[in-house]
């Protein structure tokens, strides 16, 4: 089923606009980088194989990878998004499908 690209664009705005409010900030010139926003909240808690909007990767050591444009994150989300991070790697690692999104959807 094709995904149209309005919903899209409305989507990554959507996200892009919650990691800013979580706290998240990002380097001189990348503030208003949309898809950069949208890149580390799927990266922390989406799919483990999921594409990354803006050619972003999901790699951390890459140089493509959107953590490093982070300037500032939540000291409260710190130890929440490392373990995610971990146990997605697990999870990958094992072949296991594992979205922490996903997870938490019927709580939320």
């Known amino acids: 089923q094709e995904t149209d690209p309005s919903d899209l664009f409305h989507a990554k705005k959507k996200l892009a ?3 800013r409010e ?3 900030t990002f380097r001189e010139g990348k503030e208003e980088d949309d898809d950069l926003a949208a890149s ?3 990266l922390l808690f989406g799919n483990a194989d999921q594409e990354m909007p803006g050619g972003y990767s999901t790699n951390e050591l890459s ?5 490093k444009l982070v300037a500032s994150f939540p000291q409260e ?3 929440q998004c490392r373990a995610t991070v971990l146990l997605k790697g697990i ?5 296991v499908p594992f979205s922490l999104a996903n997870v938490w959807r019927e709580s939320c």
């Open 77 to 79: 989300l710190v130890l």
């Open 40 to 42: 580390v909240a799927l």
């Open 63 to 67: 140089d493509q990878s959107p953590v």
């Open 91 to 95: 999870a990958k690692k094992l072949g």
């Open 17 to 19: 606009k919650l990691v």
């Open 22 to 24: 979580f706290g998240v």
